[in-house]
């Protein structure tokens, strides 16, 4: 029986982790448009921080199996993931087939950085 290389799950683990921060650090604040900007500001410094504390150690330990490239890919990959879902469930967005035909083309991009 053979075991996956811990080293290659973990920063998909970490990143996906980290992405979900940086989303609400990112974008978390436009559901609260009348707050100050500065506040909105401080506060999605707050939440990048917990974000660079799982998005470090995820490329630390991936780099043990995946390149730089492929790990920028796997997070830009991550980062559709959990921004769809983001969008629909926190912002109440739809996204329409054309931003599933664009995240369509950015994943078949991704999957080149990916072949031998």
């Not at 974008?27 to 506040?39: D, I, N």
Request: proline share 3%; glycine share 6%; aromatic share 18%.
């Amino acid at each position: 029986m053979s075991f996956v290389n811990p080293a290659a799950i973990w920063p998909i683990v970490l990143l996906s982790l980290s992405n979900v921060f940086m989303t609400f650090a990112w974008y978390g604040h436009l559901k609260f448009r009348s707050t100050a900007l500065f506040v909105a500001i401080i506060i999605s410094w707050g939440i990048a921080f917990f974000e660079y504390c799982l998005a470090v150690p995820a490329n630390r330990i991936g780099a043990q199996v995946y390149s730089a490239a492929q790990l920028k890919t796997i997070q830009e990959v991550i980062t559709l993931l959990v921004f769809s879902g983001f969008s629909i469930f926190w912002l109440k967005e739809s996204l329409t087939i054309n931003h599933f035909f664009g995240f369509a083309l950015i994943a078949a991009g991704a999957a080149l950085i990916f072949r031998a």
